[in-house]
């Protein structure tokens, strides 16, 4: 890349093997702002501490903080057993500032929500974060299907607006999909993918469509997983072994769909379903299951039983 690239200046395009590139990139990246700390809130805070980047994590009330200490400590400790933390948790952990109010953000080149799918939710509160922001600052979303351009409809600075979908367990899985829109400014998405780098993340971009591609692709082969099960085709364990051994898939669509949760693939799909049409509409078994409490991993019981 020539010295007259735009890109030169940003951090990222030197020596990034180098630790003391990746200590000045963190720098000069702090604080980045994380707005909700539950399961992905907290893992995404996780894998920014362990980049050694100052991170303030705003949640909406002390006892929600609370929870989100919890999640960031265990997983903290989780990798630091494992011989996968640059450190110990107590140290990373002295680089996180936690807020209830939206103000400390005031500082942050980079902020990425991070609450439930909730449309309506999502507008309101990207809208309050950005006008704590900088005019240059990066707001990201961490959904991982709705429309950015349904989002940022009330944003004053769209241009500097994107998605960041990471994928769950943060600290473990190496994809973050970009996701832009048509106004998104060309100098945010290369920040982006240079924080990934920094990050220990692979990239890909999309353009802005509902479900990205990892949901949209994701989303139907479970749906027709479920298909399968209530049509008596196959069992959920014979459907798993069929796609990990004869493709090779690291987990069956059934086994993913108890760990990612079915009532989160159930709104996925309801809301695909309303944009994309027939091919996602939702098989009354999922639904019997999400009436039913049978969630997956998180409720205990799924296609499969968990402790």
């Given at each position: ?27 000069r ?36 903080l ?6 960031i ?43 439930p ?63 832009r ?62 796609m ?7 987990m ?18 309801d ?6 049409g ?30």
């Open positions: 890349m020539s010295s007259a690239d735009p890109r030169d200046d940003e951090p990222g395009h030197e020596d990034q093997a180098s630790p003391d590139h990746q200590a000045s990139m963190a720098r990246l702090s604080p980045i702002g994380v707005v909700g700390g539950g399961t992905m809130g907290s893992g995404i805070v996780h894998v920014l501490l362990a980049a050694g980047i100052n991170v303030t994590l705003v949640e909406s009330d002390q006892a929600a609370e929870r989100a200490d919890r999640l400590r265990r997983s903290l400790d989780a990798a630091h057993q494992r011989g996968k933390l640059p450190g110990e948790p107590e140290d990373l952990l002295t680089r996180l500032t936690t807020a209830v109010i939206h103000d400390p953000l005031r500082e942050a080149r980079l902020v990425v929500e991070a609450v799918e909730v449309p309506d939710l999502k507008i309101t509160l990207l809208s309050e974060i950005e006008k704590v922001l900088p005019d240059e600052a990066i707001l990201a979303t961490n959904t991982s299907s709705l429309s950015l351009a349904d989002l940022s409809r009330h944003l004053s600075r769209p241009n500097r607006f994107l998605g960041m979908h990471f994928f769950n367990p943060v600290p473990v899985q190496v994809l973050l999909e970009v996701i829109t048509e106004r998104t400014d060309r100098s945010a998405l290369d920040l982006v993918h240079d924080l990934a780098g920094l990050l220990g993340k692979e990239t890909i971009e999309i353009q802005d469509s509902p479900g990205f591609a990892t949901s949209r692709l994701g989303v139907l082969l479970g749906l027709e997983a479920i298909r399968m099960v209530e049509e008596g085709v196959a069992s959920p364990a014979d459907i798993d072994k069929a990990t051994l004869g493709y090779r898939y690291p069956g669509p059934c086994r993913l769909g108890d760990l990612v949760g079915h009532d989160v693939r159930l709104g996925i799909a809301y695909l379903w309303a944009q994309l027939p091919r996602f509409e939702p098989p009354q078994l999922l639904r019997d299951m999400v009436a039913a409490g049978k969630l997956g991993k998180k409720s205990g019981e799924g296609f499969y039983q968990w402790d």
